[in-house]
């Protein structure tokens, strides 16, 4: 295929030169080439955004419900080529994919119906009291709205759901703020694809054509011009911890500074509570390792921590895992980049005085497989050097055996902010786990108990955020409905004319929304 950029639905293939993704099967170029975006192009998708932020931020609930359902459909329309070309760009299984296509579709269409309902707005109206005492009251009316044109950046471990029309695209554009999206280079054919749809989807709305541009490219210049471009006013980012904080400093030194929703790095810890591990210590070993490896390790919320009270039980589960482990094929990482930093991580873990290996899984066969591990060490060690705690993105996960509850405890409290935390735990373990929640609750922006992180749901309640370093603004998530909350900015109008005011806010309602009338819901 031959790759654009995509300014609007202006295509060009005029950029600063070109570049291939890898097959990370089998670590080849792939002969498609895509131009590289310059910042004459983020200059222009920007200034595009910008003129189509009055009419798209104020239009109808109904017409961006209808929008975002038409994107749905529009990816749906691609067909299997979708999968064919992720398949070949990320090394992820079809099986995988499709779920994730799904996953994409399922949360356009959660976002449609969120927006029709029109609770998001938080419409809201005091009368005016002429008569109160001793002073009278003015009227009152505000609601919600869009922030402005939004920067995305797409994420390597999901090249469809957290990626071009992913959870941060579709909360923007459902906000009300339109989308500059800088492509991800692991994957821009794949990319492209979603890209047009979006774009074939605005014009059969009818919508201003800068509602969303595209922007490929491999430079971390093009990413810091888009971050930098006095037209946007919010970033969201899925990657590193360098690239989430190279960003907020990039946002922070502008004359306007503006928010950056970056979630970047998590060691998500599981605790494995004395009664249950007692009880159940062999399962837990499979199990966690069916966790560890699933998609070669390389989600945000993997488990990289483990932590339990030292002793017998704490052996079983190690003997269970090592043994589970120790068959588990070698499964292919998104890009060379990232296999190289994961065998870092791993010979650090291997080379460090107070480490010892438990396991590793099967010796891959091609270039860029991830070989498992599991390490462990004691809670005194881990204590005393910070680098134990530090994530390793990919299938690996470090054991620490504490001595008591108190050591546990301390650990915790030394933890940076994780996206999840979760609980191994039975009846018998309630007292401890409620010592330990209070801590958990500082630290995590999800606690489970007696599961596996690694399944997010895409839902109303769900958090898939935390205090940093899990991300930039512990106050936010970016998967369920909650994350349109990133992109909106409360407006009020005070004694303003009914010709004047916005549809949400008119007398009549004639958008037949909620509003709240004195605190009280109409």
Same mark, same amino acid.
């Given at each position: 295929?031959?790759?654009?950029?995509?300014?609007?639905?202006?295509?060009?293939?005029?950029?600063?030169?070109?570049?291939?993704?890898?097959?990370?099967?089998?670590?080849?170029?792939?002969?498609?080439?895509?131009?590289?975006?310059?910042?004459?192009?983020?200059?222009?998708?920007?200034?595009?955004?910008?003129?189509?932020?009055?009419?798209?931020?104020?239009?109808?609930?109904?017409?961006?419900?209808?929008?975002?359902?038409?994107?749905?459909?529009?990816?749906?329309?691609?067909?299997?080529?979708?999968?064919?070309?992720?398949?070949?760009?990320?090394?992820?299984?079809?099986?995988?994919?499709?779920?994730?296509?799904?996953?994409?579709?399922?949360?356009?269409?959660?976002?449609?119906?969120?927006?029709?309902?029109?609770?998001?707005?938080?419409?809201?109206?005091?009368?005016?009291?002429?008569?109160?005492?001793?002073?009278?009251?003015?009227?009152?009316?505000?609601?919600?709205?869009?922030v402005?044109?939004?920067?995305?950046?797409?994420?390597?471990?999901?090249?469809?759901?957290?990626?071009?029309?992913?959870g941060?695209?579709?909360?923007?554009?459902?906000?009300?703020?339109?989308?500059?999206?800088?492509?991800?280079?692991?994957?821009?054919?794949?990319?492209?694809?979603?890209?047009?749809?979006?774009?074939?989807?605005?014009?059969?709305?009818?919508?201003?054509?800068?509602?969303?541009?595209?922007?490929?490219?491999?430079?971390?210049?093009?990413?810091?011009?888009?971050?930098?471009?006095?037209?946007?006013?919010?970033?969201?980012?899925?990657?590193?911890?360098?690239?989430?904080?190279?960003?907020?400093?990039?946002?922070?030194?502008?004359?306007?500074?503006?928010?950056v929703?970056?979630?970047?790095?998590?060691?998500?810890?599981?605790?494995?509570?004395?009664?249950?591990l &007692? /009880?159940?210590? +062999?399962?837990?070993?499979?199990? @966690?390792? $069916?966790?560890?490896t699933? %998609? !070669?390790?390389? *989600?945000?919320?993997?488990?990289?921590?483990?932590l339990?009270?030292?002793?017998?039980?704490?052996?079983?589960?190690?003997?269970?895992?090592?043994?589970?482990?120790?068959?588990?094929?070698?499964?292919?990482?998104?890009?060379?980049?990232?296999?190289?930093?994961?065998?870092?991580?791993?010979?650090?873990?291997?080379?460090?005085?107070?480490?010892?290996?438990v396991?590793?899984?099967?010796?891959?066969?091609?270039?860029h497989?991830?070989? &498992? /591990?599991?390490? +462990?060490?004691?809670?005194?060690? @881990?204590? $005393?050097?910070?680098?134990? %705690? !530090?994530?390793i *993105?990919?299938?690996?996960?470090?054991?620490?055996?504490?001595?008591?509850?108190?050591?546990?405890?301390?650990?915790?409290?030394?933890?940076?902010?994780?996206?999840?935390?979760?609980?191994?735990?039975?009846?018998?373990?309630?007292?401890?786990?409620?010592?330990?929640?209070?801590?958990?609750?500082?630290?995590?922006?999800?606690?489970?108990?007696?599961?596996?992180?690694?399944?997010?749901?895409?839902?109303?309640?769900?958090?898939?955020?935390?205090?940093?370093?899990?991300?930039?603004?512990?106050?936010?998530?970016?998967?369920g409905?909650?994350?349109?909350?990133? *992109?909106?900015?409360?407006?009020?109008?005070?004694?303003?004319?009914?010709?004047?005011?916005?549809?949400?806010?008119?007398?009549?309602?004639?958008?037949?929304?909620?509003?709240?009338?004195?605190?009280?819901?109409?």
């Open positions: 295929m031959d790759g654009v950029i995509l300014i609007g639905q202006q295509e060009t293939r005029e950029g600063n030169g070109f570049f291939q993704a890898t097959d990370p099967s089998s670590g080849t170029l792939i002969e498609a080439r895509f131009p590289e975006a310059t910042a004459d192009h983020v200059a222009a998708a920007c200034a595009l955004a910008n003129v189509a932020f009055d009419e798209y931020a104020m239009l109808a609930p109904e017409k961006t419900a209808q929008f975002l359902e038409t994107i749905a459909e529009e990816i749906l329309a691609i067909g299997d080529d979708l999968i064919v070309n992720a398949m070949q760009e990320s090394g992820l299984p079809r099986a995988r994919l499709e779920g994730e296509r799904g996953r994409t579709v399922g949360q356009l269409r959660l976002f449609a119906a969120l927006v029709r309902k029109g609770e998001w707005l938080d419409a809201r109206l005091d009368p005016a009291l002429p008569d109160r005492q001793p002073m009278p009251r003015v009227e009152l009316r505000s609601r919600k709205i869009a402005g044109p939004v920067a995305v950046f797409g994420a390597s471990n999901f090249p469809l759901a957290f990626s071009v029309a992913g941060d695209t579709v909360a923007a554009l459902a906000a009300g703020c339109p989308v500059v999206f800088k492509g991800h280079p692991a994957h821009p054919a794949t990319g492209e694809l979603v890209a047009k749809a979006i774009g074939r989807a605005v014009a059969k709305c009818g919508l201003p054509a800068g509602v969303f541009s595209y922007l490929p490219g491999t430079t971390h210049k093009l990413g810091g011009a888009l971050a930098a471009d006095p037209n946007i006013k919010a970033v969201g980012f899925t990657g590193s911890r360098a690239g989430g904080l190279a960003l907020m400093r990039i946002a922070a030194s502008r004359a306007e500074p503006i928010p929703y970056a979630e970047m790095s998590a060691v998500n810890p599981v605790l494995l509570l004395p009664a249950k &007692a /009880a159940d210590a +062999e399962a837990l070993g499979k199990a @966690f390792i $069916a966790s560890l699933m %998609g !070669a390790g390389q *989600f945000c919320t993997n488990p990289g921590l483990l339990a009270i030292d002793g017998p039980d704490t052996d079983r589960f190690t003997a269970s895992a090592a043994e589970a482990l120790a068959g588990n094929a070698a499964l292919t990482m998104l890009t060379p980049g990232i296999h190289a930093a994961y065998c870092k991580g791993v010979d650090a873990l291997s080379a460090h005085a107070s480490v010892r290996l396991a590793r899984g099967l010796v891959g066969e091609g270039p497989q991830a070989q &498992a /591990a599991l390490f +462990e060490t004691d809670a005194a060690s @881990f204590l $005393a050097d910070e680098a134990l %705690g !530090a994530e *993105f990919g299938s690996t996960s470090l054991l620490v055996r504490c001595r008591d509850a108190e050591e546990l405890k301390r650990i915790l409290s030394k933890l940076e902010g994780q996206l999840t935390a979760t609980l191994h735990m039975s009846a018998a373990d309630e007292q401890l786990a409620a010592a330990l929640m209070p801590l958990l609750v500082r630290k995590v922006g999800r606690i489970l108990a007696n599961g596996w992180p690694t399944g997010v749901e895409v839902s109303h309640a769900m958090v898939h955020g935390g205090p940093f370093p899990a991300t930039s603004d512990g106050r936010s998530t970016s998967v409905t909650m994350a349109i909350e990133r *992109f909106l900015r409360p407006v009020c109008f005070q004694d303003i004319a009914d010709a004047l005011l916005p549809e949400a806010l008119k007398s009549a309602n004639p958008l037949s929304l909620p509003l709240r009338v004195d605190g009280a819901l109409k």
